[in-house]
């Protein structure tokens, strides 16, 4: 035989010396939720090791995130119910428990990359993304209340605003209320497409919005703003508008079962392309090891290492810090 494939597997240093793809603590952003109360600290039920963070004991865990290379994080607050309203009024509260992390989190640690999360589920008391009018989701509405809650966490610094709503427009209305108000600089990674999953469960018990469904008048599911799971070239329109929107960073969200539409956008632009490893994608693999099925280590490994070899530069995964601390 002349070729024989195998030759190249046949010991750890040449296929380390060929190997193609490689995680680095460069490549990922920590997703963190944040809760008002001092030095709290209380594991999410549904994700066995992921935790709240409040105060002090924030500022401990950024330090070891730090200590490990991780220098980038995402905040998802948990929102009091008193402060929830239909109009989402606490979301661009200027005092609001996100930007007053912030802003303890830029003090303490100007090298942090703090990135926020645009949408307003946590905040509205139904749990919807959007401002809704006559039974639906008000499209341009929410928008104005984005822009605002966008210009607060920028004005909080925030280096980095996701827009996870998935609100047509809004990169575009976000970027020029930031350009008016001289926030040149904060960059945008907007959730290009951000599909509706059913592996946002856990997430939504980590923030408590999972509330619509309560009345008839509340739609019951997010289909009318989130991508429909079976579509592939919806994606490219999405991801066109946002490039020309002003995003500098694009999304998809999931990662683990959207590999396809990470290696297709990857391969149509020029712009970083982020995923995100979410929720029910580490409950899911934390489970399997848990009933025996799979080895942690390996598990968690491959799951992001396919993430890589799809076409993603950046990964959004709870993982992260398990990961480096291996
Ligand atoms: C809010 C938002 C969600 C997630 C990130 N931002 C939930 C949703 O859209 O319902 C999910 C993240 C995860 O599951 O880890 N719009």
């Not at 992390?101 to 919807?128: C, Q, S």
């Amino acid at each position: 035989m002349l070729i024989r494939p195998r030759r190249l597997r046949q010991a750890r240093a040449i296929r380390d010396l060929v190997q193609e793809n490689n995680l680095s603590v460069n490549d990922f952003i920590y997703p963190m939720f944040i809760k008002d109360e001092q030095n709290a600290y209380e594991e999410i039920q549904s994700m066995p090791g992921i935790h709240r963070f409040g105060g002090e004991r924030l500022l401990y865990e950024v330090e070891e995130l730090l200590a490990l290379g991780i220098k980038s994080i995402v905040l998802f607050p948990l929102t009091s119910s008193e402060l929830k309203n239909s109009q989402a009024i606490e979301s661009y509260n200027a005092n609001n428990l996100t930007c007053r992390t912030i802003r303890a989190l830029k003090k303490r640690f100007p090298e942090l990359l703090v990135m926020t999360d645009i949408a307003l589920d946590p905040y509205t008391d139904h749990g919807h993304d959007g401002i809704i009018v006559d039974g639906k989701i008000a499209n341009d509405e929410t928008v104005k209340v984005l822009c605002k809650m966008a210009l607060a966490q920028a004005e909080a610094g925030a280096d980095i605003l996701g827009p996870s709503d998935m609100m047509d427009g809004r990169v575009k209305a976000i970027r020029q209320t930031l350009e008016a108000e001289g926030h040149n600089d904060v960059m945008i990674l907007s959730y290009t497409a951000k599909y509706a999953s059913s592996l946002y469960g856990p997430f939504r018990d980590a923030v408590k919005s999972a509330n619509y469904g309560i009345d008839e008048s509340i739609p019951r599911d997010k289909k009318t703003y989130q991508m429909n799971i079976a579509n592939s070239d919806e994606a490219l329109r999405e991801m066109q508008h946002d490039i020309d929107e002003g995003a500098d960073i694009l999304m998809i969200k999931p990662a683990g079962w959207y590999l396809d539409i990470i290696s297709r956008i990857k391969t149509s632009s020029n712009i970083p392309v982020a995923a995100y490893q979410v929720s029910g994608e580490y409950s899911m693999i934390l489970a399997a090891v848990k009933a025996g099925l799979m080895k942690r280590e390996q598990a968690i490994y491959e799951s992001l290492l396919s993430i890589k070899r799809a076409g993603a530069d950046l990964i959004l995964s709870y993982f992260a810090k398990e990961l480096f601390s291996m």
